[in-house]
């Protein structure tokens, strides 16, 4: 038999497959939807009903059973034998996602279905909760790259690592080296509590006030992999810090823990809930109460608790729990968490500190650890590395006698536990690598999503284009004096946070004035910031301007050089934005 005729009618197959799936579907979507215009499928309200395909897939069965389908059947008979439902729905509750056919172009992203924007390859990430990895866990993820997913592995701002070019017949092997190192795919993707933040250097920094390293760990022995949780409207995303200055960006996360000192109580956490960017971005709400550390888990399972009964589960464009806060407000999220959830009051407590100008929070550079050793942070061109390179960090970690390396939620990476006459050994050898401890300004301050190369949502090229925009720039300022964050993301979704950085580029096809067709581009942000209590900000958008992609760096180089010759003092560079005329940031 010919194998193009046998591809050709196993594709026909699929796409059948996928329109009868779609069909059904559709059907059982409008005859769910009669009469429940007011509705918005809270479980909470008796509304159990499903109200569009996502909610559909989820009831027929627990989506993390799909693992026994992907050992059993899917890997032995190959990528055309996963049924849609599976493929791209349920496989996410493992941390596998299709990733996009080459040569697509931007155009066709929101045209085509599914089936056609679908490569026989997976991107996987690989939980790595806080950010941590030991010596044997980052060589494990770098063999794997190396052997099983063509030398790819970029560091997300999710603090794990995801690979490209998964085949579905290496995943149980997979699955088998990545947990025999004590590492999860399980809840990496899906409508699920997500991989938890952590402050990069829990347990190390010498001002840190705790170690959140012991709650995240039981939450994740208690409640990752769970079916408590495995059901949630959408993705739940934790963070926890011990600094005293939070570095989790924990305005943007669904749940957030934040160091604080209370006069009575000792150390414990201030809890913020309901945040996050995308295309309707919301901060998260403080609730001002104090956590102590040994009911965290509690907490974090009672607001889980409220998202998964009160969250909107009718479209999946309200589906996150910033809308259900944003709805209610802090007040009524507190006394439902306290007298439906927790079954007690959680005393009232201080905020966390602010950031000042030149609290940094990426960790990046050589610092002095609390037991006298050191850490050295070190900036990847956002965050890709590869499989070799990871082999090559554990290496060097080890040869210093270090056995923890970390992720950051900037992209950066972390070698703790150096002692004091090896730091120089560390420093040299990542720079081997083309991993700086002491980069310039740009190749210190941009973060890329996934883009164009394997997102199917994307319409731009990001990884490539950040890439150039650290090479032009840090050559044409080497000398910046005051730090300048550029966030590259290739569609409207915000993976890269493109509302706060002080130069946001969100990822969409723009009109050339010279050939009059549309191009890849972006949409500009600029001025966007965190940290700062009352004076948050998502950045100023200009009507109507839109940059080309291959314009962006001498945009990133004029935009710059005006704020240098106008800045009055040490103005940062987010507050000159919204101060200065429209014809400077155009």
């Not at 063509?150 to 998964?166: G, M, P, Y």
């Not at 990542?430 to 994307?458: D, M, W």
């Not at 409207?492 to 946070?497: F, K, V, Y």
Request: charged fraction near 30%.
């Amino acid at each position: 038999m010919n194998p193009d005729t046998t591809t050709t009618s196993s594709e026909a197959d699929e796409r059948r497959r996928h329109r009868e799936e779609a069909r059904l579907i559709r059907t059982r979507e409008a005859a769910a939807r009669k009469n429940t215009a007011s509705k918005d499928g809270q479980w909470a309200a008796g509304d159990r009903t499903p109200l569009n395909p996502n909610e559909e897939m989820k009831s027929t069965g627990d989506p993390l059973e799909v693992r026994t389908r992907i050992e059993n059947l899917y890997s032995k008979w190959g990528f055309w034998s996963i049924p849609p439902g599976d493929l791209r729905g349920r496989f996410r509750w493992w941390g596998l996602y299709t990733q996009r056919r080459p040569g697509i172009d931007g155009g066709k992203t929101a045209i085509l279905e599914p089936h056609q924007l679908d490569d026989e390859y997976f991107m996987l990430r690989i939980r790595s909760d806080g950010g941590q990895l030991s010596v044997a866990q980052a060589r494990t993820i770098g063999e794997i790259s190396r052997d099983l997913a063509r030398d790819t592995a970029d560091v997300s701002d999710r603090q794990n690592i995801q690979l490209h070019w998964v085949r579905i017949e290496d995943v149980p092997d997979i699955f088998r080296r990545v947990e025999e190192v004590g590492l999860l795919c399980a809840e990496a993707c899906g409508d699920v509590p997500r991989v938890i933040l952590g402050s990069p250097v829990a347990g190390v920094a010498k001002d840190e006030l705790i170690d959140p390293t012991p709650q995240i760990r039981d939450i994740i022995d208690r409640h990752i992999g769970s079916p408590e949780f495995s059901n949630l409207p959408r993705k739940f995303k934790t963070a926890f810090t011990g600094q005293p200055i939070p570095d989790i960006l924990h305005e943007v996360q669904d749940i957030a823990f934040c160091a604080v000192e209370h006069p009575e109580l000792g150390v414990g956490y201030d809890l913020w809930v309901g945040g996050g960017l995308s295309v309707n971005p919301f901060l998260g709400q403080r609730l001002g109460v104090f956590v102590k550390p040994e009911i965290a888990h509690e907490v974090w399972a009672g607001a889980a608790g409220i998202f998964r009964d009160h969250g909107y589960r009718r479209l999946r464009t309200r589906a996150r729990l910033k809308f259900l806060v944003k709805a209610w407000g802090p007040e009524k999220f507190l006394q439902v968490l306290q007298d439906d959830y927790l079954g007690y009051e959680l005393p009232k407590g201080p905020a966390p500190r602010e950031a000042s100008r030149g609290d940094r929070g990426d960790h990046v550079g050589i610092h002095e650890q609390q037991d006298g050793n050191w850490y050295v942070g070190v900036a990847p061109v956002a965050g890709r590395i590869s499989g070799e390179k990871l082999l090559e960090i554990a290496r060097i970690a080890e040869s210093v006698g270090s056995d923890r390396i970390r992720l950051t939620p900037l992209q950066k990476i972390l070698i703790l536990d150096i002692p004091e006459d090896r730091v120089s050994d560390v420093v040299n050898g990542l720079r081997a690598l083309e991993l700086e401890s002491q980069p310039g300004e740009f190749h210190r301050n941009v973060i890329a999503c996934t883009g164009i190369e394997y997102c199917k949502l994307a319409i731009v090229e990001t990884k490539a284009t950040a890439r150039e925009v650290v090479k032009i720039l840090d050559d044409k300022f080497p000398t910046l004096d005051s730090p300048i964050t550029v966030h590259v993301n290739g569609c409207p979704n915000s993976c890269a946070r493109v509302q706060i950085a002080d130069i946001g580029f969100k990822g969409q096809l723009v009109l050339d004035d010279e050939t009059g067709e549309q191009v890849p581009g972006f949409q500009v942000h600029l001025g966007g910031r965190l940290g700062r209590g009352d004076d948050n900000d998502f950045g100023r958008k200009i009507r109507g301007h839109k940059v080309k992609a291959d314009g962006m760096p001498e945009y990133v180089a004029r935009v710059t050089q005006n704020y240098l010759d106008t800045r009055e003092g040490d103005e940062p560079f987010a507050d000159w934005a919204f101060r200065v005329d429209e014809e400077l940031v155009r």
